[in-house]
C-alpha cells in the first residue's frame, strides 16, 4: 500500500498556499491507492506542521532548521530523497513553483525516476495519469506514469485546496546530514528592482488607456501591476498622446500579448488593441462604458469608474498574496 | 573557460498547432522550428564569459534527430566554437532520459560551466538542466536572470515569485537562462559562413527508457463566453473569486 | 481637393543612398556569385549554377571552386514569398531533369476550373479564357516551393543567408561590385542597441538580382543605368487569405466584376491547396482612379458573396498576405537585364504574363538562363556585360519573350475600363495579339489621376471578414516594435493623399490623424503597394515583416 509524499513550501516561516493545493493532490492519488498522504515541510526552526491534516495529511514530517530557512537546493533535495528512501512512496508531489521547478528535477535525477512537470490535471485510474499544457497552452499532453516512484509538479491553482476536518500527525525530521555543507548556497531573498519586462513575455499584463485620463493616473495602473506582478501595458492612445513610452504599446503592430491574465483598464478596445491581447488567457475588462467593445472579448468585466475600482483590486490583491 | 550550452530544436512560438493523426504528436507540414528562445540566452551567456576571459571553447550540444544540426549551426553562427549532435529519433516526455544522455556526454569533457535554457518552449519541463547536474553532482542554478563569475567563484540571481534568490556558487557549475539574462546577438553574415565550417560531431545514441507513456495530445479546450462580475468597487470580490477559483489565474 | 496625381507626392528614389561609389570595404565578404533574394527566381539560378560548376569539376575542373550566396531578407525562406498560386511546371522539369511531377512540391494538379462574372447577387459563369486554362498545371504553394528549392540548392552547396537584406548596390564605373546589407540592432532613432550588428559588405563577380516585384536595388540600377522600357512598368496589389473550408472545394475558380468598380482592372481567385484548405485573393490595379480603393476591404467584401461564403463561413482564417504584382508586361521589360557585373530576374524585372496569371516559371527559366550566362562568362574569366548580355539572348530566344509578346496588349487594354478594355483583349486573344497589336502607351501608375471614387462600407466580422489590423495579425508579422521607420514619405503631405495612402496600403500602416500622416511601420508586410504610388520602401533589419508559412 504505497503512500504519497507531498512537500510543502514556506516563506518566513509560513506555509504557502500551494502548499495546500499540493496536499490536495496528493489524497487525489493516496485515496485512489489506500495509502497515506504524508507532507514533509522545510524551512526554519519556527516552521510548524500543525492544522495540516484538515488539508489532508495523514503525517506531517517537520524539518526545522536554520540552514534549510531559505530554499537550499541541494540541502532540499537530499532531504526529500532521504524521506523518500526512509518510507514506500509511489509518488513525491511538489508545486511547479520556482522552488518546485528546481527541487522536482533535482529528486527525480537521485531517484533515478520519472518526472511529470507542470501538471494541471491528476487522477489515478489503473496507474497515475496527468495533464500538463505543452506548446504555450496551445496543446495538452495526457501521460500515464509507468514506473513508481514518480515526481510530480503541480501547476499552482491548478488543484484547489481541500477544506477538512481530519487531525494529522506531526513528526520532527531532519535535515539530510549527508550534504550538511552545500555548495550552490542560496543567501538572501531581496526584492526585485523594477526593471522592464516585456509586455509580450509577462504572465500577467496590467495596460491603461484613455480613460485614465491624464498620464499622472498611471500610477494606478502601475500600482496595480506592482500588486499583481505584472508588465505595464499601454494602449495605443495613450502611448501616442506620450504619456507612456512605446515600447509598453499593446496591439499595433500585429504582435500579441499572451499572458495568462490580462488587465485592461479603461480601454474601449479598439480593433487595434484586440488583435494584441486577444489571445491572452484570461482578459478582464474594468471600463464605465458597458457598451465598450473591450467586454465583448473579456472573460470577467467591471463597469465603472475605474479610479475607484482599480485601487480596491490593488489593495485585495495585495492582501491575498501576503497571506 | 570551458563551457558547454545544451539546446533544443522547437517550434516557433508563433506556431499554429495542429495534432497530427496519430493522436499523439503535432502535424510538422508549414511548422518553423528555431533555436529554443532560452537556449539562446544561454549561449549568448556563454559567449560573453568566453569572451570576458579571453580564451576558451563553448561547445554547443544536443539531443534530437538529424534536422538538429541546423539549430547546432544556429548557435554557430553565434559564435560557439564546436558542436555535438546526440541524435536519435526518439522523443522523451520524461525529461530523464534525455538527461542522461547529455550528462553521459558532458561528463568529461572538463566543463567550468553548463548552461541551459530554463525550459524548452514546446514541453516545458523546466527540468532537463538541474537534472544533468544532480547526475554529474554539480551544483546547480536555475532560471537565472542575472549572473556574475568571478575566478571559480559564482553570483546567481534567480528569479522567484515575488522576489529574487541571490544564490553563490563555486564552479564548475551548470546554469539555466531565464529571459532577461542578457540580450542575445544577431548571427552576422560572416559568422554564419564560418559556422558551416566549425565542426559538428554526430553521434548515435539509443534514448533510455523513461517512466511516462504518452496517451494522447490533445488541443485545449474552447474558450467560454465572458461575463460582467458587476458594477463598480463592490464587484472586486467577485472578480478576484472568478479569477481565483473559476479562471485559475491568480 | 478633388483631384491629385500621386506622383506629386512621391519622394524620389534616393540613388545615393541605393547606389555607392566608395570602395568596399575592407572586412567584405568575398564570393564568386550572389543572388539577392532568395525566391524562385533566385534560387533556381543558384541551383542551376551549381549544377553546371559540378559538373564542370567532373570533367575537366578548369573552373575550381565557385562560391555561390543567396541572400533573403525574410527570416526564414519563403516567409515574404506570396503568389496564388497555380504553377506551370516547365521550369522545374527543366531545373530537375531526373524529377517527375510528383516529385516536385505540387499540392493537386487542376482538374476543374471555373470562371464567373459576379454581380453583387449573382455569378454567371462564363468560358474560361483560352489564356486561363489551366490543364496541366499544379495547385502549390509558394512558401513550400522556395523551402524545397532551398533544401536542393543547400544539398548542391549553395550558401542561403535568410535575415540579409541588401540596401544599396556597390559600385565602380558601371560595373555593380556588390551589396551592401542592412544593419542589426538599431532603435527607433537609428542609435545602436546592445546586440547591434553592423552591415556587411558582400562582393561578387557577378551579382544577380532577384528580389522580387518592385525589387528596390533593380529599380535603383534601371534608373542609374537609365533603362526603361518602351512603357514604364505598372502593377497591381494582390491581397490573399488561407482559409481552412468549411465544405471541400474541388475546382480552380476565378471571378471578374464585383465588387471592384468598372474602372479597375482586376479579379479573384480560389484555389483548393488541399480539398478543405482554400487559396483565396484579390489582384487589382494600382492605376485605377478611384482614390478610396481599398483592395483589402473589396476582399473582405467578396467574402460575403455566396460563391465564396458557402466555402469559408464555418471555416477559419489560417494566414493573411499581400504583394504586388508587375503587370507591365513586355513593353515595360527593360532594355537589357543584364550589365558590368549584374544580371537581373524575374519579378524584378517584370517577367510576368497577366492574362495566364503566371509569373513563376518565367522566373524560375530567367534564373536558369542567367545561371548558363554567369557560368560561361566565368568560364572565360570575363564578367562584363557584353559577356552577361548572352542572358538577355537567352530570354529573348524563349518562351518568356513569346508568351509575353503574344499577350503584350492584353493587360494594357484595360486602361480605359473593364468593358472596352474585355472587347479588345478578347479580340487580341482571338487573333493571337495580331489585332490592336501596337504598343498602347501607359502611365505609371504613379501619374494616374485619382478622383473621389466608390468607397467600400463593410464593418468587418472578425470571422468571416476581417480587419486590417486583425489581418496583419495574421500575416504573423513579427516585426520589432522598435525598428527604425523605413517608409519615406513626403513631407506634409494633404489629408486627401494621406487618407488615399491608408486605402492602398493593406496593412494599416498609415492613418490620417489630427497633424497628418502617420506611419505605423512596423505593421508593414513589404508588399510594396505604396512604393508604387506614394511614400517609398526601403529595407529594414533582416527577418521583419512578415513570416508566411503557405501563402
Not at chain 2, 538542466?129 to 537565472?144: H, I
Not at chain 3, 496564388?84 to 516547365?90: E, F, I, L, Q
Not at chain 3, 502549390?140 to 535568410?162: H, Q
Amino acid at each position: 500500500m504505497a503512500d504519497i509524499l507531498v512537500v510543502l513550501e514556506q516563506r518566513d516561516g509560513v506555509l504557502k498556499r500551494v502548499s495546500h493545493e499540493v496536499l490536495a493532490a496528493g489524497r487525489v492519488l493516496a485515496d485512489a491507492s489506500g495509502g497515506q498522504v504524508h507532507a514533509l515541510a522545510i524551512g526554519g526552526p519556527d516552521l510548524s506542521g500543525d492544522g495540516l491534516g484538515a488539508f489532508g495529511a495523514d503525517r506531517v514530517v517537520v524539518v526545522g532548521d536554520d540552514a534549510v530557512k531559505l530554499y537550499q537546493p541541494e540541502l532540499y533535495s537530499a532531504t526529500v530523497t532521504d524521506q523518500v528512501q526512509s518510507g514506500e512512496y509511489s509518488a513525491v508531489i511538489l508545486s511547479a513553483t520556482a522552488m518546485g521547478r528546481d527541487l522536482g528535477p533535482r529528486v527525480a535525477a537521485k531517484l533515478d525516476c520519472p518526472l511529470a512537470a507542470d501538471v494541471t490535471e491528476l487522477s489515478s485510474d489503473d496507474g497515475i495519469v496527468v495533464k500538463r499544457p505543452a506548446y504555450s497552452g496551445k496543446a495538452i499532453y495526457t501521460l500515464r506514469v509507468t514506473s513508481s516512484p514518480v515526481v510530480i509538479a503541480v501547476r499552482p491553482n491548478a488543484v484547489a485546496p481541500i477544506d477538512g476536518s481530519q487531525a494529522g500527525i506531526v513528526d520532527t525530521g531532519q535535515v539530510a546530514s549527508a550534504v550538511r555543507a552545500a555548495r550552490a548556497v542560496t543567501k538572501a531573498i531581496k526584492q526585485p528592482e523594477r526593471h522592464a519586462v516585456d509586455v509580450t513575455e509577462a504572465a500577467i499584463v496590467v495596460s491603461g488607456g484613455r480613460g485614465l485620463k491624464e498620464p499622472e493616473h498611471f500610477s494606478l495602473i502601475e500600482d496595480l501591476a506592482g500588486a499583481v506582478g505584472a508588465a505595464v501595458g499601454a494602449s495605443r492612445a495613450v502611448v501616442d498622446a506620450g504619456w507612456r513610452p512605446h515600447s509598453e504599446q499593446v496591439g499595433q503592430t500585429g504582435k500579441t500579448v499572451s499572458p495568462n491574465l490580462y488587465f485592461a483598464v479603461g480601454i474601449s478596445g479598439a480593433v487595434q488593441h484586440l488583435a494584441g491581447m486577444r489571445t491572452a488567457k484570461v482578459i478582464v475588462a474594468i471600463n464605465k462604458d458597458p457598451d465598450a467593445p473591450i467586454f465583448k472579448v473579456a472573460d470577467y468585466g467591471i463597469v465603472g469608474d475605474l479610479f475607484e475600482i482599480v485601487p480596491r483590486l490593488a489593495d485585495e490583491i495585495r492582501k491575498i498574496k501576503e497571506n | 573557460m570551458k563551457i558547454a550550452v545544451c539546446v533544443k530544436r522547437t517550434p516557433d512560438t508563433e506556431t499554429r498547432i495542429k495534432i497530427a493523426s496519430d493522436g499523439k504528436s503535432i502535424d510538422e507540414a508549414g511548422v518553423k522550428f528555431v533555436l529554443n528562445p532560452y537556449d539562446e540566452y544561454a549561449v549568448e551567456e556563454a559567449l560573453k564569459l568566453k569572451e570576458a576571459a579571453g580564451s576558451g571553447e563553448v561547445v554547443v550540444v544536443s539531443v534530437g534527430a538529424a534536422s538538429a544540426q541546423e539549430t547546432i549551426r544556429n548557435a554557430l553562427a553565434m559564435g560557439a566554437d564546436r558542436g555535438v549532435l546526440l541524435k536519435t529519433d526518439a522523443v522523451s516526455l520524461d525529461p530523464l532520459p534525455t538527461a542522461k544522455l547529455l550528462a553521459g556526454e558532458l561528463k568529461s569533457g572538463e566543463y567550468d560551466l553548463i548552461f541551459f535554457g530554463k525550459l524548452a518552449i514546446d514541453d516545458y519541463s523546466h527540468a532537463v538542466g538541474a537534472m544533468v547536474a544532480e547526475l554529474l553532482g554539480m551544483p546547480a542554478v536555475s532560471s537565472v536572470s542575472d549572473l556574475t563569475v568571478d575566478g571559480s567563484v559564482g553570483t546567481a540571481e534567480r528569479e522567484i515569485e515575488g522576489g529574487v534568490e541571490v544564490v553563490e556558487f563555486p564552479l564548475p557549475a551548470a546554469v539555466t537562462a531565464e529571459k532577461g539574462l542578457n540580450e542575445p546577438r544577431y548571427p552576422a553574415l560572416r559568422g554564419i559562413m564560418m559556422a558551416k565550417k566549425k565542426p559538428l560531431d554526430v553521434k548515435d545514441v539509443t534514448l533510455p527508457e523513461g517512466g511516462l507513456e504518452l496517451v494522447a495530445l490533445t488541443l485545449p479546450p474552447q474558450r467560454q463566453e465572458g461575463r460582467i462580475v458587476g458594477e463598480g468597487p463592490d464587484a472586486v470580490p467577485a472578480l478576484i473569486d472568478a479569477l481565483r477559483n473559476e479562471a485559475k489565474v491568480l | 481637393m478633388s483631384q491629385f496625381v500621386p506622383a506629386d507626392y512621391q519622394p524620389k528614389l534616393p540613388l545615393d543612398r541605393l547606389i555607392l561609389t566608395d570602395p568596399p570595404s575592407e572586412e567584405r565578404i568575398e564570393m564568386d556569385v550572389l543572388f539577392v533574394g532568395g525566391g524562385p527566381a533566385g534560387l533556381a539560378g543558384a541551383i542551376e549554377l551549381a549544377k553546371l560548376v559540378r559538373a564542370d569539376n567532373e570533367q575537366d575542373g578548369s573552373l575550381g571552386t565557385v562560391s555561390i550566396g543567396v541572400l533573403e531578407k525574410a527570416g526564414a525562406l519563403g516567409e515574404h514569398s506570396l503568389s496564388g498560386a497555380v504553377v506551370n511546371p516547365r521550369a522545374l522539369r527543366e531545373l530537375f531533369p531526373g524529377l517527375s511531377d510528383a516529385d516536385f512540391p505540387f499540392t493537386t494538379a487542376v482538374t476543374k476550373e471555373s470562371v464567373y462574372l459576379l454581380s453583387d447577387r449573382s455569378a454567371t459563369r462564363v468560358p474560361t479564357p483560352p489564356s486561363m486554362k489551366n490543364h496541366g498545371n499544379y495547385i502549390a504553394s509558394i512558401c513550400e516551393i522556395v523551402r524545397w528549392l532551398g533544401e536542393k540548392a543547400e544539398g548542391l552547396g549553395v550558401d542561403i543567408f535568410p535575415g540579409f537584406p541588401a540596401e544599396a548596390l556597390l559600385t565602380e564605373g558601371d560595373r555593380v561590385l556588390g551589396v551592401r546589407t542592412v544593419a542589426t540592432g538599431r532603435d527607433r532613432d537609428g542609435s545602436e542597441l546592445s546586440n547591434f550588428m553592423p552591415q556587411a559588405d558582400v562582393t561578387a563577380k557577378v551579382t544577380a538580382l532577384a528580389e522580387g516585384t518592385r525589387g528596390l536595388l533593380s529599380q535603383a540600377y534601371c534608373e542609374w543605368q537609365n533603362l526603361t522600357g518602351e512603357n514604364p512598368q505598372i502593377f497591381a496589389l494582390g491581397v490573399k487569405e488561407l482559409w481552412e473550408l468549411s465544405r471541400p472545394l474541388d475546382q480552380v475558380i476565378h471571378t471578374m466584376g464585383w465588387p471592384l468598380p468598372k474602372n479597375a482592372f482586376g479579379g479573384s481567385f480560389f484555389y483548393p491547396l488541399e480539398p478543405t484548405v482554400g487559396a483565396l485573393g484579390l489582384v487589382v490595379g494600382l492605376d485605377a482612379p478611384g482614390r478610396s480603393l481599398d483592395v483589402h476591404e473589396l476582399l473582405q467584401a467578396l467574402k460575403t458573396h455566396r460563391v465564396f461564403r458557402e466555402y469559408l463561413e464555418g471555416g477559419e482564417l489560417i494566414e493573411w498576405g499581400a504583394k504586388t504584382i508587375p503587370e507591365g508586361g513586355f513593353y515595360a521589360l527593360p532594355p537589357r537585364r543584364s550589365g558590368d557585373g549584374v544580371v537581373m530576374l524575374g519579378d524584378s524585372v517584370g517577367f510576368v504574363d497577366v492574362p495566364s496569371l503566371k509569373g513563376i516559371h518565367y522566373a524560375m527559366q530567367s534564373g536558369i538562363f542567367a545561371a548558363r550566362a554567369i557560368f560561361s562568362a566565368l568560364k572565360v574569366d570575363d564578367t562584363s556585360g557584353s559577356t552577361l548580355g548572352a542572358y538577355d539572348r537567352m530570354v529573348d530566344a524563349s518562351f518568356i519573350k513569346d508568351d509575353l509578346y503574344r499577350t503584350r496588349n492584353v493587360r494594357l487594354a484595360y486602361k480605359d475600363g473593364f468593358y472596352k478594355g474585355s472587347v479588345k483583349a478578347g479580340l487580341m486573344t482571338i487573333t493571337g495579339g495580331r489585332m490592336f497589336g501596337n504598343r498602347i502607351d501607359m502611365h505609371r501608375d504613379a501619374d494616374v489621376p485619382r478622383d473621389v471614387g466608390e468607397k467600400t462600407d463593410l464593418i468587418p466580422d472578425g470571422k468571416l471578414t476581417v480587419s486590417k489590423v486583425d489581418a496583419v495579425f495574421k500575416s504573423a508579422n513579427a516585426t520589432r516594435d522598435n525598428i527604425p521607420p523605413h517608409l519615406i514619405a513626403a513631407a506634409d503631405v494633404p489629408a486627401e493623399v494621406a487618407e488615399f495612402y491608408t486605402h492602398v496600403c493593406p496593412a494599416g500602416v498609415y492613418e490620417v490623424a489630427d497633424d497628418g500622416l502617420r506611419i505605423n511601420a512596423p505593421n508593414c508586410v513589404d508588399c510594396k503597394a505604396t512604393d508604387v504610388v506614394g511614400p517609398r520602401w526601403m529595407p529594414r533589419e533582416g527577418g521583419s515583416g512578415p513570416a508566411y508559412k503557405r501563402m
